[in-house]
Nanobody, 125 residues
Framework: QVQLVESGGGAVQAGGSLRLSCTAS????????VAWFRRAPGKERAFVAA???????NYADSVKGRFTISRIFAKNMVYLQMDSLNSEDTALYYC???????????????????WGQGTQVTVSS
């Protein structure tokens, strides 16, 4: 089990950029797959991006080419670089981790047992 804390959210104008951080505490985080999900007001939580313990990545079509997920194993941190933001990106962003040992960065919520509290991103246009 790991504890996750997101940071880096805020308000930005359309076309701008933000970098979100997910900081983990606990054992063997380097063996976890990590994903970002987001929930917009009145909508269901949706997959954004994921990265495996082998650093293989997976992106939702809506963010492909604009967002980049990365991790620094020595710091127990995962990042989501968000560029070319638009109003559709406004949401509460969650970091989630899967410690089951799978090799694939799945886009499915049920694969992830550890969740942070979220960080708010608001894009004005």
């Amino acid at each position: 089990q790991v504890q996750l804390v997101e940071s880096g959210g805020g308000a930005v104008q359309a076309g701008g950029s933000l970098r979100l951080s997910c900081t983990a505490s606990g054992r063997d985080f380097g063996n976890y797959n990590v994903a970002w999900f987001r929930r917009a007001p009145g909508k269901e939580r949706a997959f954004v991006a994921a990265i495996s313990w082998r650093s293989v990545t997976n992106y939702a079509d809506s963010v492909k080419g604009r967002f980049t997920i990365s991790r620094i194993f020595a710091k127990n941190m995962v990042y989501l670089q968000m560029d070319s933001l638009n109003s559709e990106d406004t949401a509460l962003y969650y970091c989630a981790a899967d410690g089951s040992g799978g090799i694939n960065p799945y886009p499915y919520e049920y694969k992830y047992e550890n969740w942070g509290q979220g960080t708010q991103v608001t894009v004005s246009s």
